[in-house]
């Protein structure tokens, strides 16, 4: 079964140049395939192939387009294929054999209605991650990875609604159950592990916070002993001991967290690290917190697939904790030390928990990303 996975790119200006570049040269290549057509059914001669017309535009592509090499061939192909599958559409619709809509000839692609998209074949890209390295192209950043396991058939990249997307086709044998959850966001924190936008709370357990404690009486007595003494050294294997069990005791909530998230939700927003480390934090709580931060992202992302959830990292553009999830408002003068949102627009006076707040947003954010 053949599933496609649409994920929204982050594209450097260089990259997004040499999209409009590939896409620029798949319109040409699709509309002069189509004059050659309309040529040919003037002339009274059977409509070429679209084999046929890449070949044709392959002999004459040296001499008359050189400017075409710039972009990867696939992207030529795949203009050609589209027309092709045009031509066919249109006359299996005239025909009968294509049930539906009647389907018109052939247009040309006009630059007027937006950038265009072009094809990637699967051997000219690799996808690992959030990464997808594309020939001719190089590495892009996707939002989110593949969400399908499986033979990846080829993807087509286009340009819509101010953003650059990228659908990748699978060849799938294990089809991901469809999961009917809502959609929600996640505000991890420090003080609770996560506040999620339906307004539950993901306490950090006691005995971490105990851990915790340890470990900053240790990091205080190593600094008061001599460098290099016996002492100094015996205090900093217990302060390893002590930092090994807190990050164990964080990966096993982290794992209860995860496992609860990808059940609730069909749909699971999450803040780029970047974002999330913005609380103000000692520099101890702060190191933990990105460690937990990489690992509750891995988690949720192997967890997520299995259930038919999906993941979405909100990028550090999205100010969830200082716009009112409610009216849209932003209070920038938002005092890290306040754990209330009170929104400042008379009219909206929205008062909840600050981290619910951050959730919803993240929430919307992630909705909003995903096209849902
Ligand atoms: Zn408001």
């Not at 001991?241 to 699971?268: E, F, N, P």
């Not at 909100?314 to 920038?332: L, M, Q």
Request: hydrophobic share 40%.
């Amino acid at each position: 079964m053949i599933r496609a996975h649409t994920i929204r790119l982050n594209p450097m200006p260089e990259q997004e140049s040499l999209f409009r570049q590939a896409a620029g040269t798949a319109r040409f290549c699709y509309n002069w395939g189509l004059q050659a057509i309309k040529d040919a059914l003037d002339q009274g001669q059977p409509v070429p192939t679209a084999r046929a017309l890449r070949d044709a535009f392959k002999r004459i592509r040296a001499k008359d387009y050189p400017w075409t090499f710039a972009v990867g061939k696939s992207a030529i192909e795949g203009a050609f294929v589209n027309l092709g599958r045009a031509v066919k559409n249109f006359l299996d619709s005239r025909s009968g054999r294509r049930k539906g809509k009647q389907v018109g000839f052939p247009v040309f692609k006009s630059r007027k209605r937006g950038y265009g998209s072009f094809y990637v074949a699967n051997d000219r890209m690799q996808v690992d991650g959030h990464t997808i390295t594309i020939s001719k192209i190089g590495a892009v950043n996707m939002t989110e990875p593949l969400r399908f396991a499986g033979k990846i058939l080829g993807a087509t990249i286009r340009y819509q609604a101010g953003w650059w997307w990228i659908s990748i086709q699978v060849e799938i044998d294990h089809i991901p159950p469809q999961h009917t959850g809502p959609a929600i966001g996640v505000d991890l924190g420090v003080k609770s592990l996560a506040v999620t936008s339906d307004g539950e709370v993901f306490e950090n357990q006691k005995h971490l916070k105990r851990a915790l404690r340890r470990v900053k009486r240790l990091q205080r007595s190593m600094s008061r002993k001599v460098k290099g003494s016996a002492n100094r050294h015996k205090t900093i294997l217990k302060l390893a001991k002590a930092h090994y069990r807190v990050a164990c005791q964080r990966k096993d909530m982290l794992h209860k967290l995860t496992t609860a998230l990808v059940q609730q939700a069909s749909l699971i927003g999450i803040e780029d690290l970047h974002v999330a480390g913005m609380l103000k934090n000692h520099r101890l709580a702060q190191s933990i917190a990105d460690a937990s931060w990489a690992e509750f992202r891995r988690q949720l992302e192997y967890k997520a697939p299995a259930v038919g959830s999906r993941v979405v990292v909100i990028g550090r553009f999205v100010a969830s904790s200082k716009t009112c999830y409610h009216c849209g408002d932003i209070n920038d003068a938002l005092d890290l030390s306040m754990r209330v949102w009170d929104c400042p627009n008379p009219v909206c006076r929205a008062h909840l928990d600050r981290d619910l707040n951050a959730a919803r947003n993240i929430r919307d954010a992630a909705l909003r990303l995903a096209g849902a």
